[in-house]
């Protein structure tokens, strides 16, 4: 029986209550510092229900409700504060707007609708042992009882990672995108964090002018190997800026641009690491982001030219638009 997962998302904010106050800025929230291992030992300890139910929602322009375009889905000062936004929705609460940013999700969601079947297949321990092995991190996940104490972590692991994942579809159902909160304690720290952050990545677009019977067709193959994609991307580079093997630090900001499905989008920040699938940028607000490569940057850097997207047939008339979570059969994800 899986949780919902606001119920999830309370129980695990009240394990880190103690990183309330710690500003987001990829560093650790400790102080001193926590020095990261110099190589990640054994395996680590995942603090957070298998059976809770994932959040997936459809993109929406909430300019259209008077509060402009977050860069983040669920803004929060830090990683645990983006976790008690998703659980409680506070984007689309308590405000003399709220009516109308309901309305404009729920038109939004309304894009998941022929893959729900996938998202109820999409459960935390399969989606989350699909994207391991692509981490680069050791050994496989331990998952803890949902009512272990805050600091609990697993004979042999090197501490807990305590993290949850957040799912949008573009309206154009061409890409996801991942909004990951993450917060990893040490064994021999666990009362204190030794890195939080918030990541996003940013899926590349799929070439098909209808993606549907892409992402569906094979048991939905594509659509989980997407999923665990994104997620391994994810927490490579938040194991990665723990390291300080990112990209450097002090590089002036300049604005990004970049393809969210069929909208460009654009943010401010540092650019850390360019490659042909995918660049790594430091926002200002301190999060990480991997976001499609634009053309520019992969003729630089000698790539393959990208599949260019599908166009829709003009017809003269008007054209209709059209498991288990362990088990699930997907391709292997990949690191960025």
């Not at 331990?142 to 990672?161: E, F, K, R, S, V």
């Not at 949850?164 to 309206?171: E, F």
């Not at 604005?255 to 660049?279: F, I, N, P, S, W």
Request: charged residues 15%; aromatic residues 4%; neutral net charge.
């Amino acid at each position: 029986m899986r949780r919902p997962a606001g119920r999830c998302v309370a129980a695990f904010a009240a394990l880190s209550l103690v990183t309330l106050a710690a500003p987001v800025t990829g560093q650790p929230a400790s102080l001193p510092p926590t020095t990261p291992p110099a190589s990640m030992p054994s395996s680590w300890s995942v603090g957070l229900p298998q059976d809770m139910a994932l959040s997936f929602r459809g993109t929406v322009n909430l300019d259209e409700a008077g509060v402009g375009q977050q860069a983040m889905l669920y803004p929060a000062p830090n990683a645990v504060g983006l976790l008690a936004a998703i659980a409680t929705h506070s984007l689309l609460t308590g405000s003399a707007r709220n009516a109308q940013k309901q309305k404009l999700q729920a038109a939004a969601d309304e894009v998941l609708e022929p893959f729900r079947p996938l998202i109820e297949a999409t459960q935390p321990d399969g989606l989350l042992g699909r994207a391991w092995p692509a981490t680069g991190l050791a050994g496989s996940p331990q998952w803890l009882p949902a009512d272990a104490p805050p600091g609990t972590a697993a004979t042999g692991t090197a501490g807990t990672l305590e993290w949850l994942p957040a799912y949008l579809l573009t309206q154009d159902r061409r890409s996801l995108v991942l909004d990951l909160a993450l917060a990893v304690r040490l064994r021999e720290t666990p009362q204190s964090l030794a890195y939080q952050n918030t990541v996003r990545v940013v899926g590349r677009a799929r070439p098909e002018a209808d993606p549907k019977e892409a992402w569906t067709s094979n048991g939905g193959a594509a659509w989980h190997a997407a999923t665990a994609n994104l997620l391994a991307q994810a927490l490579t580079m938040a194991m990665q800026d723990w390291q300080g093997q990112l990209g450097p630090t002090d590089t002036a900001a300049r604005t990004v641009r970049y393809q969210e499905g069929d909208k460009e989008r654009m943010e401010r920040a540092q650019v850390l690491r360019e490659g042909c699938d995918h660049t790594v940028i430091r926002t200002l607000r301190g999060w990480l982001m991997a976001v499609p490569s634009q053309e520019l940057v992969r003729q630089r850097l000698g790539c393959a030219p990208a599949a260019a997207p599908a166009v829709a047939p003009i017809a003269s008339a008007p054209v209709q638009a059209n498991a288990q979570g362990p088990t699930s059969s997907a391709a292997g994800a990949s690191t960025p």
